[in-house]
């Protein structure tokens, strides 16, 4: 079939969602809006493994129906397939060639998820810790997993008390956050790899589409038309000079580490929301249209 129609079949739809009634979208605080920096608090990060995962992913479920924004960062192990050539000069289709080889190649690690309501309010945060990969038989890049166990990531302990990427897909697909008739903004910083392994997981491990057409094609059907990479948004024109760096991003404005797993996937997550809300209602007027579906390392 050709995946530029937008038909993949190995890539399941997303399943039909019970009738969940939902009003209509209010603008975020003023806050937002205001002059002066708001004070930032300390979130808190839920760590998820598998003894803990129906009652965290329970709790998931249940907040996921008030979500108007969802923010995703994925931990994988590296790059294990690279251009031949400086990544500037690559066209899009080459590009995405690179991320659907490793992709396609690897199993991810960690997953990330934070959501906030249309108020702008923090719902919670989640860091799923997977248990699929296997540093003794499993492709990788050793450099890659010396960063991550520098940020705090023991692959071993994964190995042993994570839980599997199919109990992720499944309580994934059950939560609402991929129904179609809510209009909810994704958020993600450098977000190509990101996307693509949160692709990969809920399509039960399906390759990627053949080329960029059906990649982009596939995230409209299950992600909506509103995905937005803050990595982007830092680099407009009408922003100030930020820093380079998610983390370093935050801290220019004056958001805090989150509590209990500062550095790995859910904080990730959850400065992705701080930035994007603040750039969108800051720095950008609100109007974010031209940063729509844009994800840096693809485009």
Not at 247 to 256: K, S, T, V, W
């Amino acid at each position: 079939m050709n995946p530029t129609a937008g038909m993949f079949p190995r890539f399941p739809p997303p399943p039909p969602m019970p009738f969940y009634y939902t009003s209509p979208m209010q603008p975020p605080p003023f806050y937002f809006h205001a002059a002066v920096p708001v004070p930032s608090s300390a979130v808190p990060v839920r760590s998820v493994w598998a003894w803990n995962f129906r009652e965290e992913s329970d709790k998931l479920c249940h907040l996921a129906w008030n979500a108007r924004y969802v923010a995703v960062d994925v931990h994988y192990p590296g790059l294990v397939h690279h251009a031949d050539r400086n990544h500037n000069i690559l066209t899009v289709e080459e590009r995405y060639a690179v991320v659907k080889a490793n992709v396609d190649a690897l199993k991810p690690l960690q997953v990330g998820i934070a959501l906030r309501d249309d108020h702008g309010r923090h719902l919670g945060a989640w860091e799923f810790n997977l248990r699929d990969f296997c540093a003794v038989s499993d492709p990788h890049d050793e450099n890659s997993l010396a960063y991550l166990a520098g940020r705090g990531l023991d692959v071993d302990r994964l190995r042993v008390r994570g839980l599997s990427a199919k109990m992720l897909r499944e309580k994934l697909l059950r939560s609402g956050l991929f129904d179609p008739r809510c209009a909810r903004s994704w958020i993600t910083y450098a977000g190509a790899y990101h996307v693509a392994y949160l692709l990969k997981i809920v399509t039960g491990g399906a390759p990627l589409p053949q080329d960029m057409a059906g990649f982009v094609n596939a995230v409209r059907r299950y992600f909506g038309d509103q995905v937005y990479d803050v990595a982007r948004m830092a680099a407009d024109a009408d922003c100030p000079v930020m820093p380079l760096g998610l983390e370093r991003i935050a801290d220019h404005l004056g958001f805090r580490p989150p509590l209990g797993s500062p550095r790995l996937a859910a904080a990730a997550g959850v400065h992705a929301l701080q930035v994007f809300m603040r750039l969108k209602y800051r720095e950008l007027g609100g109007d974010v249209e031209r940063h729509r579906g844009l994800l840096q390392g693809l485009h």
